[in-house]
C-alpha cells in the first residue's frame, strides 16, 4: 500500500491486527512522507530513523508471537518537545535546555508506548510554550500546511502541523491556555485537552514535579478524525504512579441528555462573522444528528477564570521566568511575559485560588443544566502568524481574541476543538465543553458535527 500515512489511526490498527500490513510498513511510510514534506514546514525537529524501524520491527516480532496488541499497535505517533522521551532533550523549545536528555519517558509517553504506538519523532513548540505561534531560537519556525501566512497555533503548533501535513496519524500535544485545541483550529484538525487528571504527567528529567493542579497544563492527542482522538484518549489516560494527581474515572460516564448550549458570543468576545457562522453550522449539524441545541445569550465568566490562569501560569514565579526568558533572548518568550506583566501583578496565591473554587463551582452548575457547551475557540480565524510581535495593540488583540481557550482550563474541564471547514483555505472550527471528566460528551457531539461536514484529511502543504 502506498499511502498507508493517508489512514486513520483507527484504520492502520485493523489492517495491522489482521496482518494485512506491517508495523514496518507503516513506519516506512511515515518515515517517507516526514522526508517528503517536513522540510516545507519544520514540524518534527527531531527523529531518529533507526529508532523508528527498531520500534516497528519488534512489534512485528511480538505480532508474530501471538502477543496481545495495544490500541493504537503500530501507529505512527508524534510527540511534542516539552515532555520527556528517553534518549531525547526535552528542551521545550529553548537553547538554554538543548543538553536536557530525559533519562525516562513521561507516563503519557510511556502509555503510548505500552498501547503499541510507534514514536516517530519529536514536535515543534515556541520557547517555554507561552505562544499561539511556534517558532525558537533552537529548532526555527514551523509553518502551517494549509497556508505559511497563517500560524500553525501553538504551544503545539509543530503536533498540529505534523498530523495536518500526514506525518503520523496521531499528534501528542500539551495544553494549559489552548496549546492543543488553538493547533488543531489552526490547522484543520481536531484536539482535545482532557480534564485535569485523566492524563498522568511527570517529567523525570525536571525532578518530575507534575504540573497541572496548580495552573492546569495537561497532555492530550491531535487527530483528523475523533474516532482516533477517542483511542489515543484511551492510551494515554492508563495510570501511572509517578502522578499523584492522576484520576482513575471511567472514560464513559453515565447517560445525559442529548443537549446543549450554543453561545455565540461569550462574555462579550465578539467573535468575528465567520467564526459565528461556523459555531451556528456546528449548531445545525448538531440538531440534524438528534441533539437539542438551545441558544443562550451568555455563559459564566470567561474573564475572570482567564485572569486567573494567567497569574497562575505566568504570575507565580514571574521574575525568575523573566530572567531565564532574558537570557535566552527569544523575542517572543520576551514579548509574552513583558505583555502580561500588568495582568499578573499583583499576584496574591491565596486569592486566586479561592477565586478559582467560586468559578468553578458556577460551571459546574451550568454544566449540571448543560450537558454540552458549543461556543467559538477564538474570536478570529487564525492569525496572521506571528501577529503578536507586532506592536502592543496585535498583542492584546491575539489575547482578547483567545479568551475561550484560556478561562476553561482554570476550571480543570475537558474541552474538544472540533475542526468545521475552510474559508477560502483558512481554516476554521469550534469548541465543545463539558463536566470534568466528560470527555466521552465532548466526543460525541464532536463526531456529529464531524459527521455532518466534510471529514479532515491529510494535506499536501501549501506553496
Known sequence: MQDLWRLSATQLVGLIKSKKVSAREAAEAALARLDAVNPKINAVVDHRRDDVVAQATSIDVAIARGEDLGPLVGVPVTIKIGVDQQGFATTDGMKLQRDNIARADNPVV?????AGAILLGRTNCPTVSYRWFTTNLIHGDTKNPRDPGITPGGSSGGAGAAVAAGIG????????????????YACGV????????????????SEGRPIGPQIGAVSGPLARTIGDLRISLAAMSAPDAR?????????????RPKRVAMCLNPDGLNPVPEVVAAVTDAGKRLQRAGWIVEEIEDVPSLREPAD?????????????????????????????????????????????????????REWFAFLARYPVLLMPVSGELPFPDHLDLRDAASFARVWHAQLPQIAIPCMGLPALTVSTGL?????VGVQLVAGRYREDLCLAAG?????GGTPSAAIDPAN
Open 308 to 360: 486567573i490562569q494567567t497569574k497562575l501560569w505566568l504570575g507565580d514565579g514571574y521574575e525568575a521566568q523573566l530572567e531565564i526568558a532574558e537570557r535566552e533572548g527569544d523575542p517572543g518568550a520576551l514579548a509574552c511575559l513583558r505583555g502580561i506583566r500588568d495582568k499578573v501583578h499583583p499576584f496574591d496565591l491565596s486569592k486566586a485560588l479561592t477565586r478559582r473554587d467560586k468559578l468553578t
Open 447 to 451: 463526531e456529529a458535527i464531524e459527521a
Open 110 to 114: 510511556a502509555n503510548l508506548r505500552k
Open 423 to 427: 474559508v477560502g483555505r483558512i481554516p
Open 243 to 255: 502522578d499523584p494527581w492522576y484520576a482513575p474515572v471511567a472514560l464513559e460516564g453515565p447517560p
Open 169 to 184: 496519524h496521531i499528534a501528542h500535544g500539551s495544553d494549559i491556555a489552548g496549546s492543543i485545541r488553538y493547533p488543531a
Open 190 to 205: 481536531h484536539g482535545l485537552r482532557p480534564s485535569l487528571g485523566r492524563i498522568p504527567a511527570f517529567n523525570p528529567s
